[in-house]
């Protein structure tokens, strides 16, 4: 079957199966070398239906630029593909939450399908989330960020680059020195 063919089908099952949300499929070009892991969307990608659109987005594009590469050029999408949330208890208002290890588990098996199917010469997960869902082993993103791993999902060995996630550099600019060095270092992998 063709790489399409077989993306359509999952993210018909994916549809069918989370038919109650509000989902954001994963986008991008199926032939990319590079796949990235987000964690999961936030209510601007839920509103555009595109990963990454809203404040991690931009910073997200800001780092593709330092690897000279076009958003369209590679293939984006996260763990869990609809948004967490949760009551705010200062406003009232709903916010994102971090996805718990059950919806991790849940997504998990979507996820290496879309591996499988991309077939990457390397995979990125940005922040812990996708760390949990690739490794078996507790990672922490700060101890294995900018390091090559090997991971084999179907019998296909794969190099995985953690990375950061960009909304991290929002929240902690220190982070942004340590993020653009893990980039260059990415930049001379692939
Ligand atoms: N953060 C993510 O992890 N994914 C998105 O799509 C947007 C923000």
């Known amino acids: 079957m063709l790489k399409q063919q077989r993306i359509d089908r999952l993210n018909r099952k994916i549809l069918e199966e989370y038919s109650e949300q509000k989902i954001v499929l994963g986008h991008g070009n199926i032939n990319s070398s590079i796949i990235l892991i987000g964690e999961a969307p936030g209510s ?7 990963p990454f659109v809203g404040q991690a987005g931009k910073n997200f594009d800001e780092f593709l630029e330092i690897l000279e590469i076009d958003r369209e050029e590679v293939y984006i999408t996260n763990v869990v593909k609809y948004r967490p949330t949760k009551k705010s208890l200062k406003t009232q208002g709903v ?4 996805p718990t290890k059950k919806e991790i588990e849940l997504f998990k098996g979507y996820l290496l399908e879309e591996i499988d199917i991309i077939k990457p010469k390397i995979i990125v997960p940005l922040g ?3 760390l949990k869902a690739l490794f078996q082993k507790e990672h922490k993103i700060s101890e294995v960020h900018g390091t090559l791993f090997n991971i084999s999902i179907n019998e296909i060995d794969y190099n995985v680059y953690p990375l950061y996630h960009p909304a991290a550099v929002i929240y902690r600019r220190e982070l942004r020195k340590v993020y653009v060095d893990d980039l260059k270092k990415l930049k001379k992998i692939i």
């Open 95 to 98: 916010i994102n939450r971090t």
């Open 128 to 130: 812990n989330t996708p």
């Open 44 to 50: 601007n990608e839920v509103k555009l239906q595109k």
